[in-house]
């Protein structure tokens, strides 16, 4: 059960434009006590967000109303670290559908899609020029269209395209999830085990 | 039938074609049920551990969807990550911490998924128990919604860490969707030099890749001092592989893992080991079989390590000087903000430093030779006073070795209390939190902001460095005492 279906984004875009944006920043390991997904989005990079006494850290992205969207866009190497689906989850319940960086790492690259947010890698020139748009203009929208694999800022027209694989992009446009697909072959799945014995 | 066979389980498949494979093709197409075009492979798991963080969520979506656990015996509970390591005879006193010990207890029990909680003579950290078991053998694909379940690598596994879903995907269908990553290859050759640990190895090799330098890819570990290294070295050098952004890596089982398989609790008997063993032995890589990258090192350019920054990549043998910014690949911005976190400058020397904490212990060195290494230095020794140190055990098969053999009570006359086991202030999910501001130097994986504390600051090091650090008080090179 994917949580949302994605077909075409346009929105603004809240920019952090820092390297190696790691799990342990997007949500900490003192906030994954929880024993249901609810509620992440309050602890997104809560140690990025917040002072110690709780008041908002003023020079943050996400404590600036200037910048807001559907669409965050990352540094280099985003999502490294643990293996947390939290990070994940904390994103999306934030507000967030889409993470644009010019790379992704594995784990929370995987993590995303499973719960309905896409990632999507853009070559590291088009993401000095998206940084560069919001910049200029925080207001100005970036397009990302799923079917096309394109994505579009509409304050150039400057367009590219982006890589997925054909399975997980139809999931994510039909809203269909892998453990639906998993359970379909079930009885595949029991005969394999049983040839895989000795 | 398959189940009934459990746990003398390993795999006859092997690939039929001539050509030259690898160990990793070799262990993957084994497991792969289904391929799907242009997406992932239905990746067939034999092994997965679960903990108390990432799998309650798993059990929900299960419930919400009325299914069931396809083969409960080959999922293991142990509680970890939330652990507290003193007075863990008492009731956990976060309610929250309780309350997913609770859950992973419960969710176990009903799904009949054996469970090694709190207070259980196996519990440990999930990375350690699994191994001392014999759970987890060569040729096996094993996952863990952990990302350091690539230490299991170190058996000719095919181990890495997941997310929920995926949690949720094996415990209900016993596979994942995983696309097949690329090939890659570290051959380090050569002498070790003093005092230079398998730790120093990963580290060295990581500093060298980045952080990033292996996303992608799984990684084979092979050369001359991999094969000489004890299976707890292995483990601490695959362990490390997710620190370069690779999903795992693992190392060829050749005499020194069968030895040490032998005879653990779950680990084939009789004419099963046999049968095993003779499967175990083709798990190499064959000459001529290609990888999409390989890398070689010479040992002898390793010197104890240690990291100066906030990931794993930042890091430098411990006699060198910070780098500049401008010497290293990479934004400025983001290394300036590193280094300005860590309280250190360009071109400082890291030996002198002064240090608050010392933590040994975690999956990457919380076995019995890490701290043999490490009573090795504080032997006669004090620590120094200032030092706050935590010493954790990985299991408490590790916590009765190191009584068994004497090394409690080398660190209790240098003035070091022994904890209970857990992952403790490896991220700091329980009360073992480092303080703002204060350095620590920390035989864990991860040297990310606030990642053992909010505001603290981590230095990376094996346990010679470790306990070097624990007895002067600052950052010490440890071969001054080897």
């Known amino acids: ?198 | 039938m398959w189940e009934q066979n459990f746990p003398i389980k390993y795999f006859k498949k092997i690939s039929m074609s001539n050509k030259p494979s690898t160990l990793f093709d070799k262990v993957w197409d084994a497991h792969v049920v289904r391929k799907i075009e242009d997406g992932p492979d239905v990746f067939f798991i034999d092994r997965h551990f679960i903990h108390e963080v990432t799998s309650p969520v798993a059990f929900l979506g299960l419930e919400s969807r009325g299914i069931d656990v396809m083969f409960p015996d080959c999922t293991f509970a142990t509680a970890d990550h939330n652990t507290p390591t003193i007075n863990q005879h008492l009731p956990v006193a976060d309610p929250l911490s309780a309350n997913q010990l609770q859950a992973l207890e419960r969710n176990s029990a009903k799904y009949g998924i054996s469970h090694w909680g709190l207070g259980d003579p196996k519990n440990g950290i999930v990375h350690v128990v699994g191994p001392e078991n014999g759970i987890t053998l060569p040729g096996m694909t094993i996952v863990c919604g952990d990302s350091h379940t690539s230490t299991h690598g170190a058996f000719g596994a095919i181990a890495f860490g997941i997310g929920t879903s995926e949690v949720e995907m094996v415990l209900s269908s016993q596979c994942i969707m995983q696309p097949k990553p690329k090939k890659m290859r570290i051959n380090v050759n050569g002498q070790l030099g003093k005092a230079v640990t398998p730790k120093d190895v990963t580290l060295y090799i990581i500093a060298q890749l980045t952080t990033a330098g292996a996303t992608g890819y799984f990684v084979e570990y092979a050369g001359d001092v991999f094969e000489k290294m004890s299976m707890e070295g292995r483990m601490t050098v695959c362990n490390m592989s997710i620190e370069m952004g690779a999903r795992g890596g693992m190392i060829a089982p050749d005499e020194t893992t069968f030895k040490y398989i032998n005879g653990r609790e779950k680990a084939p008997k009789g004419a099963a080991w046999d049968k095993a063993l003779a499967y175990w032995k083709t798990l190499k890589t064959d000459a001529g079989a290609s990888f999409d990258k390989e890398y070689n090192f010479e040992a002898a350019d390793i010197e104890p390590m240690i990291t100066y920054g906030t990931n794993p990549g930042m890091g430098m043998g411990i006699s060198k000087h910070i780098p500049k910014a401008t010497d290293l690949a990479g934004g400025v911005a983001t290394y300036e903000k590193s280094l300005k976190y860590m309280g250190f400058e360009e071109d400082q020397l890291m030996i002198g430093k002064k240090v608050d904490y010392v933590f040994i212990g975690s999956c990457t060195n919380g076995r019995i030779e890490d701290f043999r290494a490490f009573a090795s230095i504080v032997k006669g020794r004090k620590k120094a006073d200032h030092i706050t140190a935590w010493i954790v055990p990985g299991s408490h098969i590790v916590e009765a070795q190191i009584k068994e053999e004497g090394i409690l009570d080398i660190l209790t006359e240098a003035g070091f209390l022994l904890r209970q086991p857990g992952c403790s202030a490896c991220l700091a999910m329980n009360d073992d939190k480092i303080p703002a501001g204060k350095y620590a130097v920390s035989t864990s994986n991860r040297n990310f902001e606030g990642r053992q504390g909010p505001g603290s600051r981590t230095l990376l090091a094996s346990p010679y460095v470790a306990a070097a650090a624990a007895v002067t008080g600052v950052v010490t090179d440890p071969r001054e005492f080897l």
């Not at chain 1, 929105?11 to 609810?38: C, G, H, M, Y």
């Open chain 1, 1 to 198: 059960m994917a949580y949302d279906t994605f077909t075409v984004l346009t929105s603004t875009a809240v920019p952090l434009p820092i390297e190696n944006v790691d799990t342990d920043q997007i949500i900490p390991a003192r906030f994954l006590k929880a024993t249901e997904r609810k509620g992440f989005g309050d602890n997104l990079f809560r140690d990025w967000r917040y002072n110690n006494d709780e008041s908002p850290k003023k020079d943050f992205v996400l404590n600036n109303p200037i910048y807001s969207g559907k669409i965050l866009v990352g540094g280099t190497n985003f999502g490294s670290g643990s293996s947390r689906e939290h990070a994940a989850w904390a994103i999306y319940d934030y507000g967030f559908r889409c993470v644009v960086s010019s790379f992704f790492a594995d784990i929370f690259k995987g993590n995303a899609i499973n719960v309905g947010i896409l990632p999507v890698q853009v070559s590291e020139a088009f993401l000095v020029q998206i940084f560069k748009a919001i910049e200029a203009d925080p207001a100005t929208s970036i397009t990302v269209d799923l079917n096309a694999q394109t994505i579009k800022l509409a304050a150039t027209g400057a367009t590219e395209s982006f890589t997925i694989n054909g399975y997980k992009k139809n999931n994510l446009i039909n809203g269909f999830d892998d453990i639906d697909y998993l359970q379909a072959m079930k009885e595949d799945i029991k005969a394999f085990a049983t040839t895989h014995s000795i």
